[in-house]
C-alpha cells in the first residue's frame, strides 16, 4: 500500500533552518502533486507548499522567500528546506500526496522553533 514517512523535524532557534524529508513507498511519485501542510495546536492544517509533477512551486504567502520544496522522483522523495525559521513555524508538517482517486497522507513530524 502508499506509505509517506517524513523525517527531520525537531527543535531549532528562531532563524535557524530545517531540511523535511517524505520518503514514498507503494507508489511511482513522478505524475502526482507533492504538498507540505502544517498544523499547529488549535489551528486549522494549512497548505504550506506545492509540487507539480512538472516542479511548478506555491507557497504560501507566510514562507515565501524562506521555504523551498523540491522532488527526487527518482528517490521517491519530496523535500521541504525551511530556512530563516520563525516560532510562529512552530507545527506538525506533514506530505500529501494527491493520488488517483484520493490524497495520501503521512503521520507528521514536528519542528519547533524556539529559542
Known amino acids: 500500500q502508499v506509505q509517506l514517512v517524513e523525517s527531520g523535524g525537531g527543535l531549532v532557534q528562531p532563524g535557524g533552518s530545517l531540511r523535511l524529508s517524505c520518503a514514498i513507498s507503494?507508489?511511482?511519485?513522478?505524475?502526482?502533486?507533492m504538498a507540505w501542510y502544517r498544523q499547529a495546536p488549535g489551528k486549522q492544517r494549512e497548505l504550506v507548499a506545492v509540487?507539480?509533477?512538472?516542479?511548478?512551486?506555491n507557497y504560501a504567502d507566510s514562507v515565501k522567500g524562506r521555504f523551498t520544496v523540491s522532488r527526487d522522483n527518482a528517490k521517491n522523495t519530496v523535500y521541504l528546506q525551511m530556512n530563516s525559521l520563525k516560532p510562529e513555524d512552530s507545527a506538525v508538517y506533514y506530505c500529501?500526496?494527491?493520488?488517483?482517486?484520493?490524497?495520501?497522507w503521512g503521520q507528521g513530524t514536528q519542528v519547533t522553533v524556539s529559542s
Open positions: 507503494g507508489i511511482s511519485i513522478g505524475i502526482y502533486v
Open positions: 500529501k500526496l494527491t493520488g488517483p482517486g484520493r490524497d495520501y
Open positions: 509540487i507539480t509533477k512538472r516542479d511548478i512551486t
